[in-house]
Each structure stands twice: as structure tokens, then as C-alpha cells.
């Protein structure tokens, strides 16, 4: 069974600055989806960035990016000149290919000061 | 892109009562999902719903415990039986779309006194 980790429950930035969010991930597959969800205190999950294995070339969507090493099996999200709305909860999340469920790790909460 | 409403959006139940949560989508899909996010916890999928068969269940949830309709490629419903405190929780919609892309619901926060 494929299991999602994050192994820091809590990290905090400086507005302007860069964060990176850790995750690995275990599974036996060689095609499958990773995603970076956030979810603020509306409790609304919203996709910051897709992954797809298969792909060697980082995702980016504008000041997110994510770091995939797939031999590794991690898959860290990078928050660059971080801003006072990306304080919430962030959560990985693993999909096999051909599949529709979401794994998802124990979440990491950011705190952004000003 | 998917959007996903959910009905109610949260409420305050008495133990040993039931609650079914609406959840619209603006668009027909095939497979529908109900997570469950406990307090201070991750998400944990309760089922999959398909339209015109029976749900998928996880393991640890059941039919009697949480049943669920899907009438159309809409709409689903999710039901909390027999409520006790411990179901307290943030219940979740979602949908998956073409290219491989999962959206999520605005929730129903549910508390059980």
C-alpha cells in the first residue's frame, strides 16, 4: 500500500521569504499523480501544484515549485517570497495512475510572520 | 476545472441523530468522494461513489454507518447515522476531472454534542 509522509508538523517563514515543505512518499508503482494542497482556515482544499511521474521537469506555478526526485521518492514544495495568505495548513497527496482516491500525508501547517 | 457545492455548511446535532450532506457539482462526473478530515487531522476517504451502482467503501466505514446516494452525474449525498461525538468532523465532496485533477468542496463541519 502506498503510503504519504510529512515529517514537519509546523514551519514558519518571514513574508518575502522562501520555504520548503518536505514529503516522501512509498509505493511500488511507476506511474502516479503528487499533489500540493492547501488548506487555509476556510477549510477549503485548494490544488497549489500537480506532478506527474512520468515528467522529469519540476513543476512550477508561479511562486510554488516542487522538487521531485522520484528515486528518492520525495517530493518537497518550495513557497518562494512567501506572502501573509499562504498561512495554512499544507498537505501532500498521492494518486496511482488509473486511480481516483487521494493518500494523503498528516499535513505540515505554515505560519507566515510578517 | 470543477465547481462544488455542499449543503449544509456546518451544524450542530444531538447523539444518536442523522445528517445527510448535499454535494452539487457544476459539471457531469463519473466518480464522486467523501473524505473525512477529524479534528487536527488529514483526510480519510469514506467511500466512492459512482452513479447508478452501489458506493465503494474504505476500510473501517460502512453502509449502515454512512450511507450515500449518487441519483445523477451531479449530485451526491452522504448520511452521518446514528451520530455520536466521535463523528465530529469535517466532511469533504470531491471530484476528478480529466487530466488527473482532484477539487475539493468547501466542506461540512459537523459537530455531534
Known amino acids: 500500500a502506498q503510503t504519504v509522509t510529512q515529517s514537519q508538523p509546523e514551519m514558519s517563514v518571514q513574508e518575502a521569504e522562501t520555504v520548503t515543505l518536505s514529503c516522501t512518499y512509498d509505493?511500488?508503482?511507476?506511474?502516479?499523480?503528487l499533489f500540493w494542497y492547501k488548506q487555509p482556515p476556510s477549510r477549503q482544499m485548494i490544488l497549489v501544484i500537480r506532478q506527474e511521474a512520468y515528467k522529469q521537469q519540476n513543476a512550477t506555478e508561479n511562486r510554488f515549485s516542487v522538487n521531485f526526485q522520484k528515486a528518492a521518492k520525495s517530493f518537497s514544495l518550495k513557497i518562494s517570497d512567501s506572502q501573509l495568505g499562504d498561512a495554512a495548513m499544507y498537505f501532500c497527496a498521492y494518486r496511482s495512475e488509473g486511480a481516483d482516491k487521494l493518500i494523503f500525508g498528516t499535513g505540515t501547517r505554515l505560519q507566515v510572520f510578517p | 476545472s470543477a465547481v462544488i457545492s455542499q449543503k449544509p455548511s456546518r451544524d450542530i446535532c444531538q447523539r444518536g441523530t442523522s445528517l445527510t450532506i448535499q454535494c452539487q457539482v457544476d459539471s457531469q462526473v463519473t466518480m464522486m468522494f467523501w473524505y473525512r478530515q477529524q479534528p487536527g487531522q488529514s483526510l480519510t476517504l469514506i467511500a466512492t461513489?459512482?452513479?447508478?451502482?452501489?458506493?465503494?467503501?474504505e476500510s473501517g466505514f460502512v453502509i449502515d454507518k454512512f450511507p450515500i446516494s449518487r441519483p445523477n452525474l451531479t449530485f451526491s449525498t452522504l448520511t452521518v447515522s446514528n451520530m455520536s461525538p466521535e463523528d465530529s468532523s469535517i466532511y469533504l465532496c470531491s471530484v476528478s476531472v480529466s487530466g488527473g485533477l482532484t477539487f475539493f468542496g468547501p466542506g461540512t463541519r459537523l459537530t455531534v454534542l
Open positions: 509505493t511500488s508503482e511507476s506511474d502516479y499523480y
Open positions: 461513489a459512482n452513479q447508478g451502482s452501489e458506493a465503494t467503501y
